[in-house]
Each structure stands twice: as C-alpha cells, then as structure tokens.
C-alpha cells in the first residue's frame, strides 16, 4: 500500500473534531486511507443495502451501535444520517469519533454544512501526488509516461492497462454517478460534454461555446460542469482579483484533476503519442496544476492558486499569496530551456510593484537549477 500524504492531515484533525470526512473521486483511495489510519475503528460501507436501509430506517440505532466510533463510507448514500450524527457527537464530546468518507460533493457538503458545521474536519483526496509516487519509486521515469497514466492509485497497484482502466472508469462513472445526480436522457450526448471538457483543459471557460459545440444550451453546459465538479474530475482556477493598473480577465480556466483521464478521453491510446501532440502543452499545464492542488489538499488546506490574464492576452500560469508575498509560475513542457519563458514574468514585474517572490519556471525537462532572477524546476522535482 502507497503512504498517503494525507495520513498525517487525517490524525492531526482528528484530534481537534468530532467528524473527519474525506471526499474526493471514486477510486481515489478514500477507503483505503481511512481505514489506514483509523485500523481500530468498525468500518461500514453504505453501498451495502442491508447496512443502509438500517440506516434510513433507523439512524439512532444505526449509530447508537458504534460505541467507539466508525468508519462510515459513501455516507451521502444516506445523508439523513448526518442530522443524527451531530446529536451523538455532542453528546459524546470525544475526538475522531466518526470518520466519514463520500465521492459526491452535492449531499455530502451540503449535510455537513448544515448538520455538522464547526464539528467535521474535511481532507480532499485527489489521486496519488507525485511525491507519493516517488516515494515507494513507482514515479514513471518519461515525462511522456507519466502524463499518459494519470495518478489514480489502481493503476500502480495491479496489472492493468492505462487505456482498460480509464475507459471502464468513464463508462462506470457515466452510468452509476451521473444518473445520481442529474437527469441526463443521452448518455452518449454527456460523454460527448466530457471529451469536450477535456480539450478545453487550460483554457478559459466560455459556457456558451463549450454547450454549442455539444449541442445543448449554456445553462445545460453549466448544470453538467457543475456535476463534473462535484465528482473531482474538474476544476475551475479562478483569475488573481487584484488590478495592477490593468484590465484584467475575470472569466476562470477550467482544468482536469487527473491528467491521465484526460489524456484518455482525449483519444490518446499510447504515451508515444504525446511527444508531437498539439496539446502537449494545455496536458502538461493540467498535470503541473493538479499536482500543486494535490500538495494543498493534502495538507488540509484550501485551493489558494489563482492565474492573472489581462485584456491583451498577458498572462501568469499561477499565482498564489504567501506570508512574504506573492509567488508566481510559469508552466512549460518543452524540455530545453527556451529564451522567450521568463518574458511574461518580465512583464509582471513591470507593473507588480515588486511584490512577487521569487519568480518558478516548471518545465518538462530533468535538471533544476538558478537562471537570472528567477529559477528554473524539473517536473520530476515539484
């Protein structure tokens, strides 16, 4: 089993709440962390019919048999839960009491937004980070590889083919979540929205063009990205909100949080493929954001990244706010180094007012080191 970063997050917030809930993606390893970390407590799933018709039944009960706590998985199978969940940790009093796992943000968040405010601890799991694959040497040694294979934890732990697992993924995720969710009639007219999504990763988000090009409405479009969002395949990267004297974009990027499933979906059907591929870049650009999301959530924190564009297409890849200032990057997936790089930096800097650490060039190639005023990192040392 691949050591979580997050193991350390889950006990540190258990010391401090009632409730650690733990959401992302399905087959994120949510289960597996918990149960990792939590070895001593009972673990019951909710997908098991038995176990949640007992609990929409009766909850009281239901709980009231747990005398030191549990582990309760895909609990937004049964989100009515939540209600009485927050009468026996009050009662109770006791850290990590109940450790909560779910893959659907709507119920999930919601329940404890209005049920379990001030008493749940929250960790996002994405899948593997690329420190945690370095970590038990499973990191793939080409760039090309690694953006191809995506992060999910099934494919580093069995014999499995990228192409197998990401389109069983899709096709089970289309059929089981989706209908959950919302009422779509044309799967094949989701799936399509999908695919559509995926060519747009690093882009900025234009609702109108993406539903015209699918051939449903804006208001569709947005409804359909929202359950995206909701089941961690996507995210929205907001524009950095502070005007430096420019008319800046206010419309987000959208990114996919697993690059291999959008290499997939892309129609990408081997690594070899990526080295001369037209969307080389936007796929690198997309492994690099998810991979800083992944090193946030892991750690508890928010998603603190933002990108700054202005009206005359300037742009700056991330930008995020630290104690000391602001620390910008630049993302490229070329492997040599290239005299143009640093120049929208150069162009931040003029109208910054100095208020940006020192400026990181990431790129796709294998060496890190200092150039200038700014320094140059190797993919494989984010």
Known sequence: MINRQANNTA??????FPIVAITGPRQAGKTTL?????ANKEYVSLENPDEREFAQQDPKRFIQRFKNGAILDEVQRCPSLLSYLQQVVDERNIMGDFIL????????????????????????????????????NQLPAS???MLFQGSYPSLYDREISANDWHANYVATYLERDVRQLIAVRDLVQFQRFVKMCAARSGQL??????????????????????????SYLVMRLMPYHQNFGKRLVKTP????????LMTWLLGITASTSLETHAMRGAI???????????????????????????NVGHEIDIIYETDTGLQTVEIKSGSTFAQDWPNAIKKWQKFSDNQTLTPQIIYGGNQSYARDDYQVISWKQL
């Open 143 to 145: 760039l090309d590889v």
């Open 101 to 136: 796992t779910g893959s659907a943000q709507f119920e999930l968040i919601s329940g404890i937004t209005q049920s379990l405010a001030g008493r749940v601890g929250r960790i996002e799991l994405l899948p593997l980070s690329q420190a945690e694959l370095i970590q038990v």
């Open 205 to 230: 988000l234009n609702l109108a063009s993406l539903g015209a090009d699918c051939g449903i409405s804006a208001v569709t479009a947005r409804e359909w990205l929202t359950v995206l969002e909701a």
């Open 11 to 16: 006990l540190r917030l258990a010391k401090g």
């Open 253 to 260: 990027k959208l990114y996919f949080l697993d690059v291999g």
């Open 284 to 310: 690198f650009e997309t492994y690099i954001v998810s991979e800083l999301i992944k090193q946030r959530y892991n750690q508890g924190q928010p998603n603190n990244l933002f990108f700054w564009r202005d």
């Open 34 to 38: 918990a149960r990792a970390v939590f």
